[in-house]
């Protein structure tokens, strides 16, 4: 998109959390963005009230002037304006502060962990399940709330979803092993200590396998009634943190209900273009979904930025000795696995009629 | 050991591939050997007739004086009088190299891939699997050997292969997935351009994967006959080189005949101590496995060198979601799974009878 | 520049040795350019005859279609037609092949180091010394060339001299200390092997110091009649190789004949804008140097795409104990220090008259 | 040395700051010392009734089981014993304890950079500068304390001082420019996130350069009465951090008194061997200093451990284009740069009479 598609006037949203990493990556994706603008900035009662400038240790390229010049406000809905709220809070805050801004008549389109698996709460990527929306009817009656919470799901889970859907689609999944290799950038900042990673690999991650078990199965799941119902495959995961700055690589063997071939399973994914209400989404890249066929691909420094990060790249799809097929599937924890997959949740909300468009 | 269990007469050996990365690591592990010393140094021809240190690009520590005087001989059984020969070939030219020098009467333990899968040739791990020198008589009387020829694992399959073989025979395995993470010095020298490891992950090693489905079996596989029978159960692995200077970790995710609980198959590698055999060898570490109970170990950059690079570390043991048992082994690519399993091999020779000891 | 700008009929370029690492950065900054097109690739014997993309091991990003489909030719001028060529060949075939081309009436703009210190060559920076430019008639004249060669100089250098031409104009350089270090990149591929550089620094790079201490001369240097005048201060260079992948780095301090304090030279370099004949190529950035207020920048993977890799970053201008002034000047290696500059130079031989406009 | 050379009545000793980084290296360096054992662990009150094991993030290795049995004891002169001292305290804390420590009749050897500068202080490298113990007399009175205080250099400067004490001895040093590039280890831990430094170099450390400018100095001086006066000549300094671990590197350019050519500043660097009372200390390397001749070298990674860390690695020693003479230093900056220096200190203590031998 150019400068000329941007919408005269932008609808405003906050930024909860605006001063930590994945909230300064939103503020760089919505920079350009045709929708939206960055109208509030929210964090701790520590930077409330200095100069967003001022209170941030801006850590990639530059800040955006008319950001930078914002008086950062508490995470509090009588301080926060914005119809759309964007939290990028940690599990520690997160979860009353989403609630409030909800109960307050907001949109909260959060990237914290804290309600993604709660029935009623969408865990949303827009190509995959864009009818999981269908529940925030429920969710408001049910709990009262005159905003409504939709959730984008853990980066290495997105990353796998979004390989996965075109053959859940096409021929089932029964199983499945996935061993990631994630980036430091998937940590925050000042996140993973330099003397704890350079040359080095952490077979571990808190938290993070039973979150990739639980949320690929919701992802790929289907509604049922005023419930989102998970997928009912098992899904076994073993989360590392290697030296890399930005990027998951995820390998998986993948157990599928009709057998298929690695050339039938490449075909599913190259024909797949996902949900139709993704398709004119701003963010929605020109191809969810690339496979490539070098021998040695995905590869995340050189692969991560397809699509502007929004685009997951899959490769070595290949037999599997177990079950039926392996690849190999990487993809943007900031953008697709973060940040930008909160944004593009956003644009549905918009083009689903839940808010105006600009 | 120290200088004072150093053998008045050490055994001469040679060493095959002197000047690669493989070849520096046998020289910089016989250093101090007790029982073996490098008394000559052969590699291809345009080394062949240079002194050691003038033919060699020397990686790391100091060249051992004694080898740096020497001269560099034709990899031919002409050239090379040592009885013990240590194969630190390439596999383009190590399959007939090694065979002329069996034929020739010497006994080559070798850590080039090409004889590893034949029936009659060991692939050997001391504590794993000593009673295989078994086929070693069928091996030169079919072959009419006057030598003999044995041969140590792919570095994944070893580190793989001593943190399985507990779990066999306490409990059987009968499927698993594997995800390796290796080292860049797996690659020899010089290896892997910086352009392509740093801050990178290549999902992709030539022909590793089906190395490591075939060698763990055998390297858990039994003696019948005058053979070696791989164990039966099937293996997928996924094979990544990350940038990591030295230490494979390897993530597996195991099923079982005998259904055991995470704190059983603790307890059982804990519990192990492998073959008679092997006890008494100079290059055995105290411990040949070691389990960690510290929830981010092992770590190639922390763990590698325990039991001086001869130990495998093993965490994180748990209960897997869709076989038994999923647990993180990791050890050193370049000593136990290279030069310094192939030392451990020779010594094994020794022992059993083959080589008259020093 | 926006695909709009660009000329319908692009000037036909070739670029030698456009299979390494340089050409294909020729390649890539050439995709979109408004005035010139990739017409033909040459190389060693060994690649010609071959399509492109069969040919290269392509290093980053995507291949453009048109250059893959192009049959590489040799290099030699009765198999180019081009006028434009860039040389991106090793030093080792570079001066042969030049001398060539530039006889047999192209006009070359080259990279490598060959010929960039004969005093009838340019060692163009548009921006620092257009007119240096003036001696090509001499070199045609006195060489009996229907064509002509220009230079870009080494990246250090390059990346250095942009820092301190403000300076030299403004205050006058009497002597200069410079400790480079430097990026895997300007190594070329496969280059800099991971074994070496993970985790280290190599304190040598071969043949770099003498070219920085020679060439930053030479570039803030007069014309003289039919020769260019090297500056007459003397620099001693420090240059070294450390593991970042894209950004030299580069750590001076600086006497002058007028004193100045950091105050006054940091005003300098902001001031500057540099030659006029230099402000409406394509290629000049917005600001080709930008000083940086932030206290520990520049940073190599964080400016270094500044200008789209045409921007040098300065900062840390304070006192020095011993000489003047101290600062830190970091730009691209690949882009600045090489193919875009020398894209840029082709472009000022099409402004002064040199080549017709597209 | 080997355990049959550990005294049998070690001297207890007390370490401040024994949780930290720097204070887990006292506490692996001293687990074999001939003469001092750890007796008492000391850190803030949050760790304070602690096991040392519980209140410790373990970075390196094993620790000790004997240490790791010790309560932690505030950092207060009434709840510690031990006549000597270690503090690895932070500058934030080290001023007031450790002159309470000195005031209480105790031995402190400091890492820390509060006192370095005062005249009365030594600034100890015992090869250096041994004769500067004779300022303590003076310290204890004028300041009335029972105890006293000796400090280490910052890592960069103690590297540099090394190598530079037979220049300075040889030739006399009238100026120096100085650029260091210093791993991760020397900011402590959690220090450098890896967000901020892999792949990248951070030209600015907090407040190095003013002390490695002004400590060089006054290790290389001279005891003028009851005062240390620091050596005249002026340095220059730009301090970088680079992705290494262990090892700082520092490029220096040495103008000399007397005249002297590279081969002859080689002979002095070899010829010197320091201080006569240094000569017997226990963690005196065989050689303070070596002189490579490999072309490449010094190297963090390859010559770090050199002389178990204690060593300087001197190289490229050439003409400098300004100054006199150029070359690369390197050294570990927790071993020799740090904890190790601090030892050494201490063991200087012992043999000049200030402590009783054990």
Not at 152 to 167: E, F, H, R, Y
Not at 209 to 224: C, D, S
Not at 274 to 295: K, Q
Request: charged share 20%; aromatic share 4%; proline share 6%.
């Amino acid at each position: 998109m150019t400068r000329n598609d941007i919408a005269r006037d932008r609808i405003p949203i906050a930024v909860l959390g605006a001063t930590g990493a994945v909230g300064q990556t939103f503020i760089r994706l919505l920079r350009d963005h045709p929708w939206f603008r960055v109208a509030e900035v929210a964090a701790s009662e520590r930077s409330a009230g200095r100069r967003y400038a001022d209170a941030t240790h801006w850590l990639e390229g530059e800040m955006p002037a008319d950001v930078a010049a914002l008086t950062v406000t508490p995470c509090r809905p009588d301080s926060v304006s914005s119809s759309i709220v964007f939290s990028a809070l940690d599990s520690g805050v997160a979860g009353e502060v989403e609630i409030a801004f909800a109960r307050a008549g907001r949109f909260v389109c959060s990237n914290a962990k804290n309600h993604r698996m709660l029935s009623d709460v969408p865990l949303l990527i827009p190509e995959i399940n864009a009818q999981h929306l269908a529940v925030i009817d429920a969710q408001r009656k049910h709990r009262g709330w005159t905003g409504a919470l939709v959730t984008n799901a853990n980066c290495s889970s997105t990353v796998a979803a979004l390989a996965l859907a075109p053959l859940h689609e096409a021929f089932g999944i029964t199983s499945m092993f996935i061993a990631t290799m994630q980036a430091v950038s998937g940590a925050g900042y000042p996140g993973v200590p330099s003397l704890d990673i350079m040359g080095n690999v952490i077979p571990y991650i808190a938290d993070e396998e039973p979150k990739i078990e639980a949320e690929i199965g919701k992802l790929l799941g289907v509604v049922n009634g005023n419930a989102i119902e998970s997928a009912s495959f098992r899904v076994t995961a073993h989360a590392n943190r290697v030296p890399v700055e930005h990027g998951h690589t995820t390998c998986m063997s993948i157990g599928l209900s009709s057998p298929a071939t690695p050339e039938q399973v490449s075909d599913a994914i190259m024909a797949w273009t996902g949900r139709e209400e993704a398709m004119d989404l701003p963010s929605r890249p020109h191809r969810p979904i690339v496979v490539t066929t070098e021998p040695d691909h995905p590869q995340p420094r050189r692969d991560v930025m397809r699509g502007n990060g929004m685009t997951v790249t899959v490769g070595r799809i290949r037999r599997d000795e177990l079950l039926d097929v392996r690849m190999v599937a990487m993809g943007s924890n900031t953008i697709r696995g973060a940040a930008g997959g909160a944004i593009m949740n956003a644009e549905l909300l918009v083009t689903q009629g839940y808010l105006a468009r600009p």
